[in-house]
């Protein structure tokens, strides 16, 4: 699965920056965002779909 680079800032608020995340475990393998919360501080920045 080919993915591409999203570069933006995210300020956490109530101890959380409103995604989640799986995969890098190997120098080789992407990092996904697997989910992004309604409303929360990645999905308020407007540049983090999936």
Do not use: C, H, W
């Not at 999203?6 to 608020?13: G, L, P, R």
């Not at 080789?28 to 929360?40: K, P, R, T």
């Not at 920045?45 to 999936?50: A, D, K, L, P």
Request: avoid cysteine; charged fraction near 10%; glycine fraction near 14%.
């Amino acid at each position: 699965m080919l993915g591409y680079s999203v570069f933006t800032i995210i300020t956490k608020t109530n101890n959380t920056f409103g995604f989640t995340i799986a995969g890098g475990n190997r120098p080789s393998e992407l990092l996904q965002i697997v989910s992004v919360a309604v409303g929360g501080p990645a999905d308020q920045t407007g540049n983090v779909r999936i």
